[in-house]
């Protein structure tokens, strides 16, 4: 009976333990969150002014605008779900619809998870060999677009095709019931249930789009130029990750770069937010 009673007595112990140490590494992980947050926040904000978001850089005057950055990052953003999403939406309703538990659908599962491993700095290599050269886009956003499209897409598949997971059979087998046929039945049934899953996906890749930098260096450049919507997805520019690279180890210019973190930090705050509201909105 004493050693039941010892026994479960260390089991509670350990039980202690293991919860105390859990609330400690959250306790942890908030901590460097919020203190990073703040004190990025706090450097950046002060240096962040009107002339800055609406000029671009003068040597004449030696002053500092990053309105070419926003639009290039706004463009390669734009570029990059335009080529990323009919690619990535496609392929998960084949693999969901289509090839189920087929060798073909394990053999992409798996060629898709093995990319989505591979460090970015690789798909800028390959981004500047394929696209720059061999295709003859040279330093270009668009060549940076279609790095990001190819780095992004077994994410926004894989979150497509989870969210198609979700949709209940009985809808699919109602819609049959009815006549229509398969592709109908995706389009009209599937598609519009799997919405909130594949609009949450999209967002999660633009929040690694705007945080990408290491592949944009060897395929978009770092030019400040500012440009059209046309013009500038066929010129070389820099994104606001890229220009906070230049701007503080090329020029030591760390308020400017304090001020861009801190424009990333709100970016992605907000995309977080919308990533929240989508899912509340879609459980309701």
């Known amino acids: 009976m004493n050693n039941k009673k010892n026994y479960y007595i260390k089991r509670r112990r350990l039980d202690n333990i293991f919860v105390a140490t859990c609330i400690l590494a959250v306790c942890i992980i908030f901590a ?12 950046g904000l002060p240096e962040i002014s009107l002339k800055m978001l609406t000029s671009k850089p003068s040597y004449l005057d030696e002053s500092i605008g990053i309105l ?54 690789i798909y800028g290599l ?18 940076g677009a279609l790095t990001l499209a190819l780095m992004n897409l077994p994410t926004i598949m894989r979150t497509t095709q989870e969210s198609l997971k979700t949709v209940p059979e009985s809808y699919r087998e109602g819609a049959f019931a009815l ?10 049934v599937v598609l519009p249930s799997a919405k909130q899953g594949i609009i949450t996906g999209s967002i999660l890749s633009v929040g690694r789009i705007i ?12 030019a ?8 500038g997805i066929k010129s070389a520019g820099a994104t606001l990750t890229v220009a906070l690279y230049v701007y503080a180890k090329e020029q030591g210019e ?9 424009i990333l930090i709100l970016l992605t705050i907000g995309l977080n937010m919308a990533v929240t509201l989508i899912g509340r909105s879609g459980r309701e």
């Not at 460097?32 to 450097?43: A, C, D, H, N, V």
């Not at 734009?78 to 090839?99: D, H, N, S």
């Not at 390959?126 to 060549?143: D, E, H, P, Y």
């Not at 760390?254 to 801190?262: C, E, N, R, T």
């Open 211 to 222: 945080g990408e930098s290491a592949a944009l260096l060897f395929t978009a450049g770092f």
């Open 68 to 121: 070419p950055d926003l639009l290039n990052t706004l463009y390669i953003v734009v570029a990059t779900l335009v080529i990323m999403v009919p690619f990535g939406v496609g392929a998960a309703i084949y693999l969901q619809e289509y090839a189920r538990d087929s060798y073909t659908s394990k053999v992409i599962e798996f060629a898709a998870e093995t990319l989505s491993g591979i460090p970015s700095i």
């Open 179 to 188: 006549g229509a046929g398969q592709w109908r039945v995706i389009r009209t």
């Open 254 to 262: 760390f308020g400017v770069a304090f001020a861009i973190a801190s």
């Open 32 to 43: 460097l969150t919020i203190g990073m947050t703040t004190y990025i926040l706090w450097k």
């Open 126 to 143: 390959v981004g500047m060999l394929i696209f720059s050269q061999l295709l003859g886009l040279k330093t270009s956003l668009l060549a």
């Open 224 to 231: 400040h130029a500012l440009n059209g919507p046309i013009e």
